[in-house]
């Protein structure tokens, strides 16, 4: 080994990252700026409704069962078509999950029957205590599509009577 | 307020030389929060001046106690526990655990599954070493490298999340198959991975191959002789930069590793620079596995169909009563298990990592024990760096590349 090898080594070190002065960072300015999450990516849940406006949830704490953190806690109540949460016969009069524990794993939607909870794709759950990290049903279900639709309401009787729906395959 | 114990010479007699007792030699703590640990380990260090006589590793502060919540759960939730196991390699955690379940149950995977899980845990396994050489050469004051490593990681980290939605712990591969098929964007997100990153490595190259300084720091320091390290379990690239043709996916082959052409980088030398060559030749090895896995990636299912391990898929559950039997029963009681005793093990970033289950008929895995490979390969350090500068011990201790959710669980 040459004397200059080791310099040149050196040199050669330094001009690689020399060259990335002059290369567009990839880095983002976060919270200013935000990376888009993927399609898939499993953030803070929401509760969906119908395009009626009735809850999807019905209330079967398979979510409950399925949860390996035992993050979620689900108390089923009845319906009736004059107080009509959701189709079928029950609805989730409580449904709380413990963002603390929660590890988002996924396994509650995949184990919903009714494509009721779902992760979304808020990422930025922060709380100043403990109690405030329990979301009640209020801060999970997502809103009424239009305001005439909201839960309970009085519907025709005979016709909400099927609580698992015809669903397809997930893609994305 | 808590008691502080006092703690004397006398309880740690055993462990150090008889000059420490006189006073000859100091005692001393590195860690459990140190940065150069990787983790919360506590390395008592019995120093002469600035040469280390003895080093004795204290391991447990980060036990969470995996193997016995996942004895709590059915073998389909537990799962979830052993993301959180190595959390540098968690496909591979999922993989492994996959593995044992469906040989525990006899399981059949559909093609496809198996050819998406390679390319994953080989990506998971450039990921690792990306970290890896990242800390390495932050550890030996290159800290340039550290900022380039993430960045390709980020690459990886993404493809991670765009099939599985998490970057890290994805749970993405479940018994039976995967979680859902790979979206349309995973072959493009691969291929460009495959195109860059060689180029990639080849500038790591020019920062760390021939530096003077980076050759001063590890030739020669913590050697390894293959008896050694073969006594003490080691595994991984560690092994075989001692000079040891060990690498499970060729000598054990499972989810299809022995279709592909891929060769096991080996060296004799067995000093820091070997195990950090050993790992920079792995990057290029594994890139070429993905490349063939993905070349031939075979279409199909992508989890097996049958219905008494695996949920019926959405599609089913809405139409048929049985589907939501089945779907019903295994996401609240699980499937079980025959009585029986299983270990399976794949070769994971830093070595065997093996998963022990012992199913006792019922839902619940009576016993899981994990063989995990950072703790085994960490029992050598204290034979390798007797005699060696405390600077050189942050490098030795870096290029056995240890995991503390590995070791601790
Ligand atoms: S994401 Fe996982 S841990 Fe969180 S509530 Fe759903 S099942 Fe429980
Ligand atoms: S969210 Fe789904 S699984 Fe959970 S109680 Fe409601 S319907 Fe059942």
Redesign the pocket.
Known sequence: MSVLEPVVELVRGLGQTFRYLFDRPVTYQYPEQKREVRPRFRGRHV?KRYDNGLE?????????AACPADAIF?EASENTDEKRFSPGERY?STYEINMLRCIYCGF?ED????E??VLGDNYELSFTDRRSAIYPKEMLLEPVPTVDMTTPRKVETGVYKRSVPEMKDPTD | MAQIEEVSIEQYKHLVSERALTGETMLLNMGPQHPSTHGVLRLLLELDGEVIVNAIPDIGFLHTGVEKNMEAKTYQKAEVMCDRLDYMNTVGNNLSYCLAVEKLVDLDVPERAQAIRVVLTELQRIASHLVWVGTFGLDLAAMSMFLYAFRERELILDILELCSGQRMMTTYIRPGGLWRDVPVEFEAAVRNFIKIFPKRVDEYENLLTKNPIFLDRLLGIGKLTKETALSHGVTGPSLRASGVNWDLRKARPYSGYEQYDFNVPVRTEGDTYARYLVRIQEFRESLKIVEQALNKLPMGPVRSDNRKFVPPPRSEIGVSMESLIHHFKLWTEGFPAPKASIYSAVESPRGELGVYLEGDGGPKPYRVHWRTPSFDNLSVIPKIVKGHLVADLVGILASIDIVLGDIDR
């Open positions: 509760l999807k949830c019905i209330g079967c704490s398979l979510c409950a689900v989730a509650c184990a919903c029957p009714t009721a909870i």
